[in-house]
């Protein structure tokens, strides 16, 4: 099984800030067409467990928008999983076979082969429940499972592979967007000490900072709570006149659910002085570009 990450590069930004302060963003979205940014480490070494273990199908579950779903659908297509999504949704049954139902996310996993169950948000809710997983195993037979986000042990084992030693030598600080905190956990356990790691929530809920310290006994990180712009997937007119204006300057696309919060925080902070002088900044863009297919989010 096949996973390079040799398409990731650390592009310094176009941008001239204050104080001599440089930003540079990792492109893991370029990391692979499909399976872009953080997935791509998140699944390399689940794949490579279920393939040892003979399974032959993943499972997992997200939203109907969920760079998770497209990048699990994706990756089962490429080495040769069945992949099965378990929506949360169950309205969505009826539309998903319309043609006029605008969902690429949902459409392009289903070309890639992927079987979805829609369940209510209620059933969602309890989706972990041993008798809940029993009930899919009776459905749909043995699989690997995937949590929904994808966060597990063997996900953080593959974003500790997103530094490089290059870029523990040369940045002080390092700001990675956060939904379940597995991306910055592999991003902290393989920091040096002296560098501190800044995470930007998507969400609400002072729950991430629990989250993440299961997975890293490490100090010499932050959350960032002020910038998840009302919720998840939720977003201010200000942020997306930024991601706009961030493509214009920069010719990198990014999108207002994830990486878009990360860099409007970035650039917000660094206006309010909180990074020293001649400071080096990494930000990583974890990719989700799919989602921007949607056409969820418009300036007015
Ligand atoms: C594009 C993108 N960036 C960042 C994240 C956050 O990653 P994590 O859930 O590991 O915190 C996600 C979601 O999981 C994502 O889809």
Redesign the pocket.
Known sequence: MRFEASNSVNQPLPIQFANNIRVFIKREDLLHPQI????FR?LKYNLIAARQASYHTLLTFGGAY???IAAVAAAGHEFGFSTIGIIRGEELVDKINDNTFHNPTLKLAQQQGMRFKFISRSDYRDKTSLKFIEQLKHEFGEFYLIPE???NAL?VQG?REILTEQDQQQFDYVC??????????GIIESSLDQQMIL?FP?LKGDFLQTEIAQWTQKTNWQLMPDYHCGGYAKTTPALLQFVADFYAKTNIEI?P???GKMLFGIFDLINNGFFPTNSQILAIH???LQ?NLNNRFKLS
């Not at 872009?36 to 997935?39: E, F, L, R, V």
């Not at 990675?176 to 956990?185: F, L």
């Open positions: 872009s940014g953080n997935k998140k969920s760079n998770h986000g994808g966060t996900a974003c990675c967007a956060v939904g379940t905190g597995g991306t910055i956990a995470g998507a999108e659910i994830y990486t974890t990719g989700g989602g």
